[in-house]
């Protein structure tokens, strides 16, 4: 579903991805760990061309993503879940929601709240339909970013750090949401995430970045049990520890 080939992405003289070469099955849940500065957000970024890589070449269910093509593509394939939400404040929760249904997929008013209605439900806040953002916890904000990500209906889910900005009383419930989602849907999931739970419990694979590059990538078992290179066992021994 997602096939990245050599890239690599310089800001200036910074060398941030190395000829990344990576690919993403139909329905895979992908999880990609790493230290801060590895390069995992541009990894994900470059998915979408949020990032345009320098070189190498992006595929979406194998066609070639382009700057020409991306917006046509991303609308069809791709949504994205920040690690701030990103919703419109001037906007309640419904609308936030129906705004790109509407708007992008030329859904009617009805066929849009009925959408977003049904995924405020799967992610437990359809009570919230009708109040602002700023009156939200953080994450019952994220929760009603990951409904908005779901209400484009997309076959590719990419979140970066999705728990990141939360207090550690909110991450939980955002990752609930995360995990109910992974196991009920055969919707692609890229996850960058420092949460090593989340990764055991949900991630078919697990990719660990460091210095730009995919240093390992195997089963969650194979990683947290049996890792192979040293970096990667250096890092699970200081994280694991917390």
């Known amino acids: 579903m997602i096939k990245l080939v050599n890239v690599n992405k310089y800001y200036g003289d910074l060398h941030v991805l190395k000829d990344v070469s990576l690919e993403v099955?139909?329905?895979?849940?992908?999880?990609?760990?790493?230290?801060?500065?590895?390069?995992?957000?541009?990894?994900?970024?470059?998915?979408?061309?949020?990032?345009?890589?320098?070189?190498?070449?992006?595929?979406?269910?194998?066609?070639?993503?382009?700057?020409?093509?991306?917006?046509?593509?991303?609308?069809?394939?791709?949504?994205?879940?920040?690690?701030?939400?990103?919703?419109?404040?001037?906007?309640?929760?419904?609308?936030?929601?129906?705004?790109?249904?509407?708007?992008?997929?030329?859904?009617?008013?009805?066929?849009?709240?009925?959408?977003?209605?049904?995924?405020?439900?799967?992610?437990?806040?359809?009570?919230?339909?009708?109040?602002?953002?700023?009156?939200?916890?953080?994450?019952?904000?994220?929760?009603?970013?990951?409904?908005?990500?779901?209400?484009?209906?997309?076959?590719?889910?990419?979140f970066d750090e999705p728990t990141s900005a939360l207090d550690p009383e909110t991450i939980q419930e955002v990752l609930d949401v995360m995990v109910k989602l992974a196991k009920e849907s055969n919707i692609t999931m890229v996850v960058v995430t420092h949460e090593m739970g989340f990764a055991r419990q949900v991630a078919d694979r697990v990719v660990f970045m460091a210095d730009g590059q995919i240093v390992e990538s195997g089963t969650p078992e194979h990683f947290f049990t049996d890792p192979k290179n040293e970096r990667v066992k250096q890092f699970l021994g200081k994280i694991l520890k917390h």
């Open 25 to 158: 099955e139909e329905g895979e849940k992908l999880v990609i760990i790493g230290p801060s500065g590895s390069g995992k957000s541009t990894t994900v970024r470059c998915m979408n061309f949020l990032e345009v890589p320098s070189s190498g070449h992006v595929y979406i269910d194998g066609k070639e993503l382009t700057v020409k093509n991306r917006t046509k593509m991303i609308r069809e394939y791709e949504s994205m879940v920040f690690q701030s939400f990103n919703l419109y404040p001037h906007l309640n929760v419904l609308q936030n929601l129906t705004i790109a249904p509407v708007k992008l997929f030329k859904k009617s008013k009805k066929e849009a709240e009925n959408l977003a209605m049904h995924y405020l439900e799967v992610v437990g806040l359809k009570e919230k339909a009708h109040v602002y953002p700023t009156t939200l916890s953080g994450g019952q904000q994220q929760r009603i970013a990951i409904a908005r990500a779901l209400c484009s209906q997309s076959k590719i889910i990419l």
